[in-house]
């Protein structure tokens, strides 16, 4: 697919950055979300079945959060992706700027989300534990995302505010 967008304009900036960053924040969401759980559900820390697929979950299984991770990106580009890029006083690139702004949206936003008990429950067992219910995971994320940004992202349609 061909990209409409003039060479600087800050969302291609920016989706070049989210493109850059999938791998190394995707990990760092399954890996905060095991601490989590651990935490959470584990204090005592004895290791049976589940804690077993938690500790030695393979990194293939981040494929399974790239809707997620598309629909984060695409929120984030909607609410701070203006066209115009912002003058930079320090010497860094914009590439660098708007990377460290994406990483820590990311991880601010995921730091939260992952309190939820229903958020984290249902990350892993699309992923980790890996659960038949594929698509049911993957609505349960996309219903968390809508009700806490208030907005829902579309292959086609784009971004749809909900005014709940």
Do not use: C
Not at 16 to 43: A, F, G
């Amino acid at each position: 697919m061909s990209t409409k967008l003039f060479k600087n304009d800050k969302n291609y900036i920016l989706k070049s950055v989210q493109n850059d960053t999938k791998k190394e924040l995707l990990i760092y969401l399954i890996e905060i979300s095991i601490h989590k759980y651990e935490v959470k559900s584990n204090p005592l820390g004895l290791v049976d079945d589940s804690i077993k697929k938690l500790n030695n979950y393979n990194s293939r299984v981040i494929s399974r959060l790239n809707f997620f991770y598309k629909k984060i990106s695409a929120i984030y580009r909607y609410n701070y992706g203006e066209v115009q890029l912002s003058f930079l006083w320090d010497g860094s690139s914009h590439n660098e700027f708007y990377k460290k702004r994406w990483i820590d949206f990311f991880k601010k936003e995921v730091l939260i989300m992952i309190e939820k008990n229903v958020f984290l429950k249902t990350l892993l067992s699309l992923t980790i534990l890996q659960n038949d219910n594929l698509s049911l995971h993957q609505y349960n994320l996309s219903s968390f995302i809508r009700k806490k940004f208030k907005m829902q992202v579309f292959k086609k349609k784009g971004v749809v505010l909900h005014s709940q």
